[in-house]
Structure formats: C-alpha cells, structure tokens
C-alpha cells in the first residue's frame, strides 16, 4: 500500500506508526512545478495552475504506459509512450489554459492553467 503524504507529516507518522520509509511515495512539487499522477487510468488532478516558465512534472503509477499530450494551441506537446515508474517534466512557457488528455486512454482528461 502507498500512502501520499510530504515528507515532514510521513516522517512523523512514520515514526508514530512503525510505518518504514517504503510504505511512502512523496509525490511533492518543487517551486514553479505541479505533479500530477497517473494512476488507475486517470489524473490524480483534472486542474492545475502554474506559472508561465514553470512546468508540470506527469509521475506514471499505473502498470502499463501512457502518453500524454495537448495539441492546445501555443501548448502543444507530446511525451510519447511513457514508462510505468517513470517522472516526465514538461514546461509551459506562455499563459494559456490547455487541455491534456492521453492517447492510449481518451478518457483521461485534464488542463492545466498558466498565468503571468
């Protein structure tokens, strides 16, 4: 079992709890970056804002591949077949809203909102 948390809170209830460092995935988001995780064909996020310049960070948990993209004009992208385990960066440079989906599973959905 898998249990999100930032590190400080896993930490202490780690100690608390007898819990070992392996039970935790620490899924937090540096400056000027969002993660969002793929897991049971979906985005743990449907919405997020970054800033212009900063990126969103895709953390594939599910078994099998993704591929992510957004053919947004001014935001388009596309990562290609994504690895189970796997962490891809990509940068938003310019302000916009953008709509991401996958193409292996259309019905994953998500946007992702870039201000000044």
């Known amino acids: 079992m898998r249990i999100y948390f930032g590190p400080v809170l896993a930490a202490a ?3 608390a709890g007898g819990f070992s460092a392996a039970n935790f995935v ?3 988001a540096a400056p000027g970056e969002a993660v969002v995780v793929q897991r049971d064909i979906d985005f743990d996020k449907h919405a997020v804002t970054i800033r212009a310049g900063g990126q969103v960070v895709y953390v594939n ?3 099998f591949g993704h591929n ?3 053919e947004t004009p001014g935001g388009e992208f596309d990562i290609g077949r994504q690895a189970p385990n796997s962490r891809v960066g990509v940068p938003f440079r310019r302000p916009g809203t ?3 989906n996958c ?3 259309p019905r994953m959905e998500m946007t992702v909102t870039v201000v000044q």
């Open 103 to 105: 193409r292996i599973h």
């Open 61 to 63: 948990e599910d078994r």
């Open 68 to 70: 992510v993209f957004s």
């Open 13 to 15: 209830i780690g100690v």
């Open 98 to 100: 953008f709509t991401v």
């Open 26 to 28: 620490f899924a937090q």
